[in-house]
């Protein structure tokens, strides 16, 4: 079945500065990625998706990018904000896993001031 | 648009208790998932239900674990008996379908369990 790594674990990052979380997939057939957040204490929310017919999309300071050939996916944070502390699941689903998301670990992601 | 509802927010009980979380998914949502996270862990689905019907309930446990939806909407989950290591906050989410992929799922607040 679908497997989802996500790294790294934890990352710190000036306030400023950008971000980088990667992910690795293992069926080639996945063809949908999104990525939530969730703040301490709340809920997961969507905060972007992109589509395995498509290889980036933006958002404001938000961007994703999706390698199908290498079957990685990252999300990139630019300009960061003490509110972008948070931890960032990605996920990933498709035909073959009868479209179930399969979440990665999650990243802890914290905005040194 | 109103979001997941879901009750109790937070719960204490002690093991071998039982324990009930009801949930309100989206207005028009067929799908309806429960998960369970652990504190420092990402969601794992513990059911997956289409409508009135379960569609994977692979990881739970059913020996303690059951739950329905009897009319398609709301759905309960319920645990008994408890065990410490059920101690987790019970995420229900609803997306608008399950075919074909790319449907967002929306969670609720979830409900924090705590087994003493």
């Known amino acids: 079945g679908e497997n989802v790594e996500q790294h790294p674990s934890t990352l710190s990052v000036q306030e400023g500065d950008s971000a980088v979380i990667k992910c690795t997939y293992s069926d080639s057939a996945s063809n949908y990625f999104p990525w939530y957040k969730q703040e301490l204490g709340k809920r997961p929310q969507l905060i972007i998706d992109?589509?395995?017919n498509v290889g980036e999309k933006k958002d404001q300071r938000i961007a994703v990018t999706l390698n199908k050939t290498a079957k990685h996916f990252s999300l990139h944070i630019t300009e960061t904000q003490p509110e972008d502390s948070a931890v960032y699941f990605c996920a990933a689903s498709g035909l073959l896993g009868n479209y179930q998301l399969i979440w990665g670990a999650g990243t802890k992601l914290i905005i040194k001031p | 648009e109103a979001g997941v509802a879901q009750s109790p927010r937070y719960k204490i009980i002690e093991k071998r208790q039982s324990v009930a979380f009801w949930c309100n998914p989206i207005s028009g949502h067929a799908t309806l998932y429960w998960y369970q996270q652990i504190l420092g862990q990402g969601p794992k689905l513990l059911i997956q239900f289409q409508n009135n019907g379960v569609v994977d309930d692979s990881q739970l446990p059913k020996d303690r674990f059951s739950a329905e939806r009897l009319k398609g909407v709301d759905s309960t989950l319920k645990i008994q008996p408890a065990k410490l290591e059920d101690s987790a906050v019970y995420l229900c989410a609803s997306s608008l379908d399950r075919w074909g992929s790319g449907n967002t799922i929306y969670f609720g607040e979830g409900s924090w369990l705590t087994v003493v």
């Open positions: 992109i589509r395995s």
